[in-house]
């Protein structure tokens, strides 16, 4: 079994549901991410979530569906964790080294708090 990727960023809210149609038809389950950039167009982290969550249980969709934060800086990543998405990637590789390690280990601490994938 092959799990789908859909990215907010690069598609519509039609091609969102298409996108779960297909899942379901073959029963794989599927990982939506969004971007910093796509949730500051629709809104915040907690609209995006919303959005899938509601479009999900409205559409019958019964696949796993991940809900994924995709190269988040820090702030992004605490947010999307209290937002309740299911999996966050950390990406500081703007940062000094240093600091890069010290915030990734802090966001892993607190995604292991919640049980959020890494």
């Known amino acids: 079994m092959v799990m789908q990727l859909v990215d907010l960023t690069q598609t519509t809210l039609s091609g969102l549901k298409l996108s779960c149609v297909q899942t379901e038809a ?4 599927v990982l939506i991410q969004t971007s910093m950039g796509a949730a ?4 915040g982290y907690k609209v995006c ?7 999900v249980e ?3 969709i019964t696949v796993p569906v991940a809900i994924h934060l995709d190269h988040g800086h ?3 990543a605490l947010e999307c964790i209290e937002a309740g998405y299911t999996s966050i990637m950390f ?23 919640l049980k959020v994938s890494q």
Do not use: F, T
């Open 26 to 29: 073959k029963k794989a389950p």
């Open 49 to 55: 979530k919303a959005l899938i969550e509601n479009l």
């Open 40 to 43: 500051k167009y629709m809104g």
């Open 58 to 60: 409205s559409m019958g």
């Open 74 to 76: 820090y702030d992004d």
């Open 91 to 113: 990406d500081g590789s703007h940062l000094p080294v240093e600091e890069n390690l010290k915030l990734a280990k802090d966001v892993v601490e607190k995604k292991l708090m």
